[in-house]
């Protein structure tokens, strides 16, 4: 009998273990240990307190490291473990091609097709545990950086990982965010130090260059962590290469083109308070680039230096049997010639041979798709590849045939590309093709501006601790970042560098509106723009409309009479808070579902302390735009009546699984010519907007961390 107990008890045991074992499988939030110091391999023990096992079958290992699998795996018991089913592995020889330790680029084409590959088979697992068996089973065969974007792109998109954590990009990857110097030192502070004891390591402000290149003046801008994430995360979320399901999405050719507008505006408005000319763009691909660039990181997976550009290199033909790439400028300026011939004729091509008008509807976004160009261009082999193999061009300039055996430079990464000045002229050109397309349009008329009924009397700013109003005010802010999941094969625990960047003071704005009708719904739209060019002359109405980067736009509720309304500057619909920028992980859901999957999707967004530009000391000349257009008209209707949550930067990354939330042209009421008559920002006024002039007031103070404990344990990114 006792014996019979004892039987029934073990099989208890063993149908509980199982269910266990089941269950760590099935949590969602075990993902994130697939990224988890992306080098090491996979059955090393995970997590801050390496408290977190994969048991993976022996065949996944390769076969020199099984013995060392078993042996740690074995050593970890008391861990928690993910038991990895075998399954039926996927053929993934062609992105097996990329060497484990080459650099990965989405604008080579060779790469592109091995990214898209690997999407396809990692959407394509049946079940949840067949996908995290095929990510474990990857992850050991395919060269990290692809690994982990491939692994993101499918936790994105699959229906059974929206609760899934997908771990900030720069905890995974440091090196293409940091000082390459700072890594020897974090790993020292890792060996030698105990966890709580090790110090931040400070990175300069001015690491890359001094100010005798004038181009450094702007390097917080193009160097910044938060902006450099923001672009490798709209990126993400809208994928140039992959299976349609991935890249078709609402209106993202146009957001293609917003998006980049809207940083070569930011970047214009750094430089005027910076005393530097606004971007030039690159035009004549056959004379010399005269920015050079060094940007000081280390590649931690290929053990190399990131190539530098120097001053005066010159744009040649590409001919690179390693990525299997050739091609030569001229073709670049037949697809350049060909966009501007269809641009002006008014309709594109497609491959079947139809002609497609590009109206004011859907033109910018048909422009935007066959200019990136997207999977989803009308016809690639006419109008080509222009904006991605520029990048190339550019990013294999020092070494184009391969013969001193370098690999592409930070233009090759839409991770590291926006630290280097060319990617704004190049960047400013583009927008420029745009611009051309946008000049083609008829101007809006007063009828299409105004919102009878609807009058702004007032608009402010009130800005925390300021003497007045209308004033904003800027400063170096110092924050501490966690490196330690990107240190492979260093001691666990935190490792932080302190970092210096651009923040401003809290502000709100209070805006008067009267209505003299019904109570109705309205778009509070609010813009920014420098008031005065680098030498101080005031700008033209039809220069300044390129300048006017959006800074709010939401929705009220209008009651007849006098309204007033407060709008806090951290409610901003472009904007992110840093808390996000620089997230814990354990700061994520941890409940599957959509909330976690919102919350990847609401990190991206514009970093909340890049919101207001810079300024000067003596205080930069601006003028904020406020208007309210007719909700009526603005409204988009949705394909579920599900809410998102995750509202956070919908102004650049549109809003987790809906339509982009604004039926107007990206960029209204400034993306189009002004109607005659209207030669200055007072004059193209109607009733529903203002004009409020402002100062943007910068302090050279630089302040320090608050309470390190709770500062380091809010914004470490684990």
């Known amino acids: ?47 801050e307190n390496e408290d977190v096992i994969f048991r993976v079958p022996d065949d996944y290992v390769p076969r020199r490291y099984q013995s060392k699998a078993n042996e740690l795996t074995n050593r970890f018991g008391d861990s928690t473990q993910i038991n990895v089913p075998r399954i039926n592995v996927p053929d993934i020889s062609l992105p097996m091609q990329l060497g484990r330790r080459d650099q990965f680029s989405l604008f080579i ?125 709209w990126h993400l979320v809208y994928p140039f290469s992959g299976p349609p399901a991935v890249v078709r999405k609402d209106r993202r050719g146009e957001l293609f083109y917003y998006f980049h507008q809207q940083i070569i505006a930011r970047y214009n408005f750094e430089r005027f308070s910076n005393r530097l000319g606004r971007v030039q ?92 160009a997207s999977a989803i261009s009308v016809n690639p082999n006419l109008y080509g590849d222009m904006h991605n193999l520029g990048h190339v061009a550019i990013a294999l300039c020092h ?53 009878d009924g609807i009058q702004v009397t007032g608009a402010e700013v009130q800005t925390d601790g300021a003497r007045g109003s209308n004033e904003f005010n800027t400063f170096w802010q110092q924050s501490d970042i966690d490196l330690s999941r990107g240190l492979d094969f260093a ?61 709010d736009k939401f929705q009220f509720n209008f009651q007849p009479g006098a309204n007033t309304i407060q709008r806090l500057s951290t409610q901003s619909s472009l904007t992110i808070p840093y808390e996000r920028t620089f997230r814990d992980l354990n700061t994520i859901p941890t409940e599957a579902g959509d909330a976690q999957d919102q919350f990847n999707y609401c990190g991206c967004g514009w970093p909340q302390h890049m919101l207001v530009p810079k300024g000067s000391q003596e205080g930069l000349q601006a003028d904020l735009f406020v208007m309210v257009s007719n909700f009526a008209d603005d409204r988009v209707d949705q394909p579920t009546a599900a809410q998102s949550t995750c509202t956070a930067g919908h102004s650049y990354c549109g809003i987790f699984r809906q339509n982009f939330p604004d039926r107007r042209p990206m960029g209204y009421p400034f993306d189009r010519n002004p109607r005659q008559g209207a030669t200055t920002l007072n004059q193209f006024l109607t009733p529903n907007m203002i004009v409020t002039p402002v100062t943007i007031r910068f302090s050279e103070q630089i302040r320090q961390p608050g309470n390190s404990t709770v500062r380091r344990t809010r914004f470490a990114m684990k």
């Open 399 to 451: 070494d184009p045939d391969h013969r001193h055996l370098e690999t592409f430079s930070v233009m090759g990464d839409s991770t590291t590309a926006m630290r280097d000045p060319v990617f704004y002229r190049w960047h400013a050109m583009i927008d420029d093709i745009f611009q051309e397309h946008k000049r083609t349009l008829a101007p809006y008329t007063v009828q299409e501006l105004a919102f």
């Open 1 to 47: 009998m006792e014996t019979m107990r004892v039987l029934v008890l073990l099989a208890w045991a063993a149908v509980l273990v199982a269910a266990q074992r089941r269950d760590e499988i099935s949590n969602r939030g075990n993902l994130q240990y697939l990224f988890d110091r992306p080098v090491e391999p996979i059955y090393y023990a995970k997590g």
């Open 109 to 233: 084409p060779y790469h592109r097709r091995m990214a898209r590959r690997l999407v396809e088979i990692l959407l394509g697992m049946r079940s949840y545990e067949d996908f995290v068996s095929a990510g474990v089973f990857c992850r050991e065969r395919i060269n990290p950086f692809l690994f982990s974007y491939a692994m993101s792109i499918a936790i994105l998109h699959r229906n059974d990982t929206q609760g899934a954590q997908l771990p900030l990009f720069a905890s995974r990857f440091p090196e293409k965010f940091f000082d390459g110097s700072i890594f020897s030192k974090a790993r020292e502070e890792a060996n030698l130090v105990n966890t709580g004891e090790r110090i931040p390591l400070e990175i300069p402000l001015d690491y890359t260059a001094t100010n005798l290149e004038p181009e450094h003046r702007v390097a917080y801008f193009r160097e910044d962590v938060g902006i450099n994430l923001c672009h490798w995360h």
């Open 281 to 372: 763009r690159l035009l004549n691909w056959r004379d010399p680039i005269e920015e050079g660039y060094f940007p000081k990181l280390d590649s931690l997976v290929s053990s190399r230096v990131w190539p530098p550009r120097h001053a005066g290199a010159k744009l040649s033909d590409i001919n690179r049997e390693d990525m299997q790439i050739t091609f030569d400028i001229q073709d670049l300026e037949r697809w350049r010639d060909r966009i501007y011939e269809a641009i002006h004729s008014g309709r594109v091509q497609a491959e079947n041979g139809q002609s497609m008008q590009l109206d004011a509807r859907a033109g910018i976004d048909i422009l935007g798709n066959m200019i990136e």
């Open 491 to 551: 001691p666990r625990g935190s490792v932080f560098v302190r970092i210096t960047h651009l923040q401003h003071s809290p502000f709100s704005y209070r805006i008067q509106v009267q209505n003299s009708g019904a109570a109705r719904t309205g778009t509070v739209r609010i813009f920014m723009a420098p008031r005065f060019d680098e030498r101080g002359t005031p700008l033209t109405f039809r220069e300044q409309r390129l300048f006017f980067i959006e800074m």
